[in-house]
């Protein structure tokens, strides 16, 4: 795979000069201006132009997200299989993807031409999963730190286009490769302590509820004597008993409570 160049003519939008600070704020991060929302909507998925405006403008509002576990908890998950068949429904939202890393960077800054939204470097790297069509290309502004080929890594960024690009190992074909753009790629047993992942958490509260329902079943056996046990000798009694010694007839409802008791003592 080759990732083209970034080389686009920047279209005339009036936007906040590049140079201006870039302050941290993720409500900020995701409210685009009208300049930005047009460059946005300029776009056109599915071909092989990576540089425009809005690459620009992702950049920069990347730079705006928080680092660590914020922007990611904040962030849409899509099903990747999303970002192939909606690219347009995704344009510009933060969303977090899980991949593992492919272990290739291209140092982009070269190719970033003059444009009112970004004048700083811009690196691209791909991260994949077994269950996508195509690697990921994610764009960030600063090169990932050293990570091991095949290392998991969590990333939230803004969701940028769907690319066709001609392979590099066969000039016939033609690959779809979502690209996102990210302040950073994590690595989330090393940059996010205490972060889990939504499939950690979902089996995390199962097993939860599977220890309050074995303990409430246990508490219920434990109560279950003492709110039965009357029931149970009476029901006894009325068996071995003449039915005019026994005070209080029990009535078929409670009887079947007390049958059902026995069934479920003797299996325990």
Request: hydrophobic fraction near 45%.
């Amino acid at each position: 795979m080759f990732l083209g160049s970034l080389l686009l003519v920047s279209a005339a939008f009036a936007a906040e000069p590049a140079t201006s600070p870039i302050q941290v704020d993720l409500a900020a991060a995701r409210q685009f201006s009208p300049s930005e929302q047009a460059a946005l909507q300029a776009v056109a998925d599915e071909t092989s132009q990576v540089g425009s405006d809005a690459l620009y403008v992702l950049l920069r509002h990347a730079m705006m997200l928080p680092e660590g576990v914020e922007a990611i908890n904040e962030a849409e998950r899509p099903l990747p299989r999303q970002l192939w068949q909606e690219p347009l429904r995704y344009r510009g939202r933060l969303i977090c993807v899980t991949g593992r890393f492919v272990g290739k960077t291209l140092d982009q800054a070269s190719q970033i031409q003059p444009n009112p939204f970004w004048d700083r470097p811009a690196f691209a790297t791909y991260i994949t999963a077994p269950d996508w069509p195509e690697p990921m290309i994610v764009v960030l502004p600063d090169r990932p730190a050293d990570l091991a080929r095949g290392a998991k890594v969590e990333v939230a960024g803004f969701f940028y286009k769907l690319l066709d690009q001609t392979s590099s190992r066969d000039a016939a074909k033609m690959g779809q490769y979502p690209v996102l753009v990210a302040r950073r790629l994590y690595r989330p047993a090393v940059d996010l302590p205490g972060f889990k992942s939504p499939l950690a958490m979902i089996v995390g509260f199962g097993a939860v509820l599977a220890v309050i329902f074995l303990v409430l079943r246990k508490s219920t056996r434990r109560k279950l004597p003492g709110t039965l046990e009357t029931l149970l000798h009476q029901h006894e009694a009325q068996d071995a008993a003449d039915p005019k010694q026994v005070d209080q007839p029990v009535d078929e409802e409670l009887t079947r409570q007390v049958e059902q008791y026995r069934k479920e003592h003797e299996r325990h």
